[in-house]
T-cell receptor
Framework: GAVVSQHPSRVICKSGTSVKIECRSLDFQATTMFWYRQFPKQSLMLMATSNEGSKATYEQGVEKDKFLINHASLTLSTLTVTSAHPEDSSFYICSAREGSPRAPLHFGNGTRLTVT | GENVEQHPSTLSVQEGDSAVIKCTYS??????FPWYKQELGKGPQLIID?????GEKKDQRIAVTLNKTAKHFSLHITETQPEDSAVYFCAAKTSYDKVIFGPGTSLSVIP
């Protein structure tokens, strides 16, 4: 089945530093990838949609300069949290879809970000 | 904007009993409804999905029903087992190609 690998699974960083999270589709080409954020015991909130080779589309209220998304290839998308602050601490999850908009979303195992 | 509601937020059942989770969606143009299971510290795992041209779909102990007129869809798990304990999310794909999640249901199956 379709596998999405997300790395790292956990990261701790200091306030003011930047953190990069990678999302890879291992056995399929992902024309579209989605980034979600999840707070404890809450649902997944869509942050942005990225299509390979084009700029990401951000949801309302998500700062594009703070959450930089790059989708440079059909198997890799990255999310960089710039100048991280404690309130950015959260569980970040990527998902990928192969080709057609009718294809299901497959999720990575998430990245637990803690900003101290 | 688009919204997905889900009930109940928590559900406890005895092993072997059935569990039902219900969702409603707001975007009448939504045409795809996946269900995900999330275990602690992991990403969501797709367990079943249904499209708008189908009223019901079953996969072993799991079934999903869809009522497009009422904008309701439900997940049914029969013969529940302890390993079914997890958080379950319903979702709907909107006309803008976004998958919006419900708030989740924490299911506990008591041995």
């Amino acid at each position: 089945g379709a596998v999405v690998s997300q790395h790292p699974s956990r990261v701790i960083c200091k306030s003011g530093t930047s953190v990069k999270i990678e999302c890879r589709s291992l056995d399929f080409q992902a024309t579209t990838m989605f980034w979600y954020r999840q707070f404890p015991k809450q649902s997944l909130m869509l942050m942005a949609t990225s299509n390979e080779g084009s700029k990401a589309t951000y949801e309302q209220g998500v700062e594009k300069d703070k959450f930089l998304i790059n989708h440079a290839s059909l198997t890799l998308s990255t999310l960089t949290v710039t100048s991280a602050h404690p309130e950015d601490s959260s569980f970040y999850i990527c998902s990928a879809r192969e080709g057609s908009p009718r294809a299901p979303l497959h999720f990575g195992n998430g990245t637990r970000l803690t900003v101290t | 904007g688009e919204n997905v509601e889900q009930h109940p937020s928590t559900l406890s059942v005895q092993e072997g009993d059935s569990a039902v989770i219900k969702c409603t969606y707001s975007d009448s143009a939504s045409n795809y409804f996946p269900w995900y299971k999330q275990e602690l510290g992991k990403g969501p795992q797709l367990i079943i999905d249904i499209r708008s041209n189908v009223g019901e779909k079953k996969d072993q102990r799991i079934a999903v029903t869809l009522n497009k007129t009422a904008k309701h869809f439900s997940l049914h798990i029969t013969e529940t087992q302890p390993e079914d304990s997890a958080v379950y999310f319903c979702a709907a794909k909107t006309s803008y190609d976004k998958v919006i999640f419900g708030p989740g249901t924490s299911l506990s199956v008591i041995p």
